[in-house]
């Protein structure tokens, strides 16, 4: 009788754990990655579009999720296409062998006046680094909006073209390691 109510027992409690929690999906139409490079001698802008996206939120947290974002869709804001395929080739992204980035989520604080610190893993080239970043939330009727503003150290996924850590002697040529990704995430339940 005892193991019959310890079963039990168990199985309301793993039960109740798993109530509450939302699948949310992306909306791939409506969100926007943008991202800003800045060197000596000016920046560039542009988006990179997301190829799909989910994440699991319960107790007003994220519990995880994973966004895949496509990198041939690299564009710059002024239209240049040598711009486009330099950021493709071998020196910045190696799309060709590496088409798609990943952010996986794997957890964030609680989404106190809606705004939280998320923690995950970002994979570039191939090269997995955790990342780090405030995230705020906005209730709409059409799903949920998340905004946040990432910077990536982009010489940690082996993106070292212009690089003044790995370079010397590159003067005014010098591209800044890190850039930006601002991202507007449109997500609604599955």
Do not use: C
Request: aromatic share 10%; charged share 25%; no cysteine.
């Amino acid at each position: 009788m005892k193991r019959v109510l310890f079963l039990l027992t168990l199985t309301l409690v793993l039960s109740g754990l798993t109530n509450g929690q939302v699948k949310l999906t992306a909306v791939k139409e409506k969100s926007k990655l943008s991202w800003l490079g800045e060197k000596v001698t000016g920046q560039h802008t542009g988006s990179v579009s997301l190829q799909s996206g989910w994440l699991d939120w319960q107790d007003n947290k994220i519990v995880s999720g994973e966004f895949n974002i496509d990198m041939s869709s690299i564009k710059d804001a002024e239209g240049s296409e040598r711009l486009e395929g330099h950021l493709k080739s071998e020196d910045f992204f190696g799309v060709e062998k590496y088409p798609t980035s990943k952010l996986v989520i794997t957890g964030s604080t609680p989404f106190e006046k809606g705004t939280g610190m998320v923690k995950g893993n970002l994979t570039i080239k191939g090269v997995t680094n955790p990342v780090e970043f405030k995230a705020t939330m906005q209730k709409v009727e059409e799903g949920t909006w998340f905004y946040s503003n990432i910077v990536i150290d982009r010489s940690k996924y082996n993106v070292r073209y212009g690089s003044g850590s790995f370079f010397d002697n590159l003067g005014d040529k010098t591209i800044y390691d890190e850039f930006k990704l601002k991202v507007n995430l449109l997500v609604t339940k599955s």
